[in-house]
């Protein structure tokens, strides 16, 4: 009959153990880039895994309403949302216990989210997330803060050569309000914009006249910083689109005298993904993928941006580092002597029976006349 229960090891669709050593990896990863946000100010919060679901998914949170897991609390009998992204809730903590802090508010955090899907690229639902928020400050340099800081980040976690794609996720939008573009037209230019698809944005935006027809000459400009600034600049843009252009151009100008060397680029009419934000957006890449996405938003009535690191994806990406030597104990050890070990820096097993020995524990080394050894199989 137990043939017919459940393999125990089973998880479900997206979910897996993290075993080791990728655990104590993942942990320290995070640690580090904490440790970068906490030199430059940035003070640590931790929201719950889950609160009531008006507030989880109010504002910003909205974004991520199909992506939230919802449960009846039994205490309460009202539903409550386990966290999708942690970026809202640090908005309401900003927003409610923080709102009499002196601006600019610097918080970071860390912690697990879980998403009802994943996707075909990214399978996984259940993610470590770590991230900063700077709130209060409308201005260029608070976003080249930002995105500037989570390149440092990734520099202590040994990606040195990332590279920074600017997004401008109002630009298409308000192209399409100033054409008096709607309806079945917006859909379809929307989604050629989404697909990337050059002809039928292109048709599509002959279709709604100017100034949507500036859609094509932008979708074909995205690429290194100075072309696409260099299009945004000759392109007789409307009052509301021209401001949007030129917060770009400030901003990457403020990225660039904090980070010279930083590989920009620009993409004016990208918007997958970026629902909430209301300036620029950017993420941030490596040798396999984006690590890092952020941008800014409004927190209530308060403008804020922010940026949310991907731990696993950092991972894959970082060189793994050396494994760090495991020093057996015999048994009987002087406790003082083992503690002075532990303080230089070597990760102690002590044997606890005859059974122990540093092979079956899987030491590198042994502690022989008092002193740490090399141990192989003949030692």
Known sequence: MTDDLPNPALLPAGLADLLPPEAEREAALVEAVLGVFARHGYERVKPPLLEFEDSLLAGSGAAVADQTFRIMDPVSQRMMGLRADTTPQVARIAATRLANTPRPLRLSYAGQVLRVRGSQLAPERQLPQAGIEIIGPDSPEADAEVAVLGVEALARAGIADPSLDIQLPTMAPTLLDAAGVDGALRHRLARALDRKDAAEVR??????????????????????????????????????????????????????????????????????????????????????????????????????????????????????????????????????????????????????????????????????DGEPTLFTEKA
């Open 203 to 368: 048709a599509a935006a002959e279709e709604a006249g100017p100034p949507a027809n500036f859609l094509t000459t932008l979708l074909d400009a995205a690429g290194p910083a100075d072309g696409a600034l260099a299009a945004l600049a000759a392109a007789a843009l409307p009052p509301a689109a021209r401001a949007i252009a030129d917060n770009a151009a400030a901003v990457i100008a403020a990225i660039r005298a904090r980070a010279p060397k930083l590989r920009i680029t620009l993409d004016p009419v990208e918007f997958r993904g970026f629902r909430y934000h209301t300036g620029v957006a950017f993420t941030i890449y490596g040798p396999q993928g984006e690590l890092a996405r952020g941008g800014r938003y409004v927190n209530g009535e308060e403008p804020a941006t922010g940026l949310s690191l991907y731990p696993e994806a950092i991972m894959r990406a970082a060189p793994k580092a050396e494994p760090l030597p495991r020093l057996f104990l015999p048994a009987g050890t002087d406790a003082a002597l083992a503690a002075r070990l532990r303080e230089q820096g070597w990760i102690t097993l002590a044997a606890l029976s005859a059974e122990d020995t540093p092979a079956r524990l899987r030491c590198t080394h042994l502690l022989r």
